[in-house]
Nanobody
Framework: QVQLVESGGGLVQAGGSLRLSCAAS????????IGWFRQAPGKEREFVAA????????YITDAVKGRFTISRDNAKNTVYLQMNSLKPEDTANYYC???????????????????WGQGTQVTVSS
């Protein structure tokens, strides 16, 4: 079983940057797809980005494409979400999750992930 812990959230002004980290323990980290999702108050949890096991394939949702980048370091059991040019609409609680799918569109579905972190809050002020 994999345990996931997110960090790096905080309050930032519009146009600023944050880097979120998702650190894993237990299980074999390199055998999991890792996804990032976010959930704003009153809204459903939505897909942001995902990295397949080796990191050779990544997916980014259109809403953040060109601004967010996902990367992973299997030696450190960590996946990163670099967020640049942040907008107030990026405000949400950000979660990472581990799953076994590596193809689209299943990789973007919350139901295809088995393990979830507790989330880290990102607030972007205008």
């Amino acid at each position: 079983q994999v345990q996931l812990v997110e960090s790096g959230g905080g309050l930032v002004q519009a146009g600023g940057s944050l880097r979120l980290s998702c650190a894993a323990s237990g299980g074999t980290f390199s055998s999991y797809t890792i996804g990032w999702f976010r959930q704003a108050p009153g809204k459903e949890r939505e897909f942001v980005a995902a990295s397949t096991r080796s990191g050779s394939t990544t997916y980014i949702t259109d809403a953040v494409k060109g601004r967010f980048t996902i990367s992973r370091d299997n030696a450190k059991n960590t996946v990163y979400l670099q967020m640049n040019s942040l907008k107030p609409e990026d405000t949400a609680n950000y979660y990472c999750a581990a799953g076994s799918r590596w193809y689209w569109p299943q990789i973007s579905w919350t139901t295809e992930y088995d393990y979830w972190g507790q989330g880290t809050q990102v607030t972007v002020s205008s």
